[in-house]
């Protein structure tokens, strides 16, 4: 039986302060023996949407203590800016709450960052229900996406993660072929060159 070599991913889950987050990263690097952390620190416990204030704090102390830090934090742009300031080279903004399944709620903000940080690691984290949304945020150019309950709470696992395994793959692919610009007119998909003038008068 073969095995895989996988690079674990602690998570600061359950902290509700920088302090409380910077403690556990601490020990989950003893205990795994790596450097990299999934930084989350909830501000609020209806909606677990990250606190971005503790997040950006215990993410300038992380980094200088030579962590490789996965901040989750919402969709907006200027936290963004202040977590990649502090050193963060991976972004990970959240579609919609965790476990909502309601996918990507502000897709124009997600954009927004990607546009703004054309070369930075983008992981949509939090959200995602569907292989639709799944793809749906490959072709926006983000690098990847989390996942838990769209999985776990399928009827068949194993068929639902083969089958964003798929939806990943053709949004990343729609994204490097280069999606077409919406119009807010009609225009022909077959051209009129060639067609018999009879047509072309209609």
């Given at each position: 039986m073969g095995y895989y070599k996988i690079h674990v991913l602690p998570n600061t889950a359950g902290s509700h302060s920088a302090k409380e987050a910077i403690t556990t990263a601490q020990m989950a690097r003893e205990v795994f023996g790596t450097n990299w952390i999934k930084l989350e620190v909830i501000?609020?416990?209806?909606?677990?949407?990250?606190?971005?204030?503790?997040?950006v704090k215990a993410a300038e102390v992380l980094i200088k203590e030579g962590f490789e830090v996965f901040p989750y934090t919402t969709d907006d742009l200027v936290v963004a800016k202040r977590l990649v300031d502090v050193g963060c080279k991976i972004i990970m903004p959240w579609g919609?709450?965790?476990?909502?399944?309601?996918?990507?709620?502000?897709?124009?903000?997600?954009?927004?960052?990607?546009k703004q940080f054309p070369g930075l690691q983008l992981v949509v984290d939090a959200g995602i229900g569907k292989p639709s949304h799944a793809t749906q945020a490959m072709e926006l150019g983000y690098d990847g996406i989390l996942l838990n309950s769209a999985i776990a709470l399928a009827q068949d696992p194993v068929k639902m993660a083969d089958a964003f395994r798929v939806a990943v793959d053709a949004g990343r692919l729609g994204y490097e072929a280069g999606v077409m610009?919406?119009?807010?007119?009609?225009?022909?998909?077959?051209?009129?060159v060639g067609t018999p003038f009879w047509h072309q008068f209609d």
């Amino acid at each position: 039986m073969g095995y895989y070599k996988i690079h674990v991913l602690p998570n600061t889950a359950g902290s509700h302060s920088a302090k409380e987050a910077i403690t556990t990263a601490q020990m989950a690097r003893e205990v795994f023996g790596t450097n990299w952390i999934k930084l989350e620190v909830i501000g609020d416990q209806y909606n677990l949407q990250p606190d971005p204030f503790e997040t950006v704090k215990a993410a300038e102390v992380l980094i200088k203590e030579g962590f490789e830090v996965f901040p989750y934090t919402t969709d907006d742009l200027v936290v963004a800016k202040r977590l990649v300031d502090v050193g963060c080279k991976i972004i990970m903004p959240w579609g919609s709450m965790i476990g909502s399944g309601k996918g990507l709620m502000n897709p124009d903000n997600l954009i927004a960052i990607r546009k703004q940080f054309p070369g930075l690691q983008l992981v949509v984290d939090a959200g995602i229900g569907k292989p639709s949304h799944a793809t749906q945020a490959m072709e926006l150019g983000y690098d990847g996406i989390l996942l838990n309950s769209a999985i776990a709470l399928a009827q068949d696992p194993v068929k639902m993660a083969d089958a964003f395994r798929v939806a990943v793959d053709a949004g990343r692919l729609g994204y490097e072929a280069g999606v077409m610009q919406e119009r807010e007119f009609a225009s022909p998909s077959t051209p009129t060159v060639g067609t018999p003038f009879w047509h072309q008068f209609d």
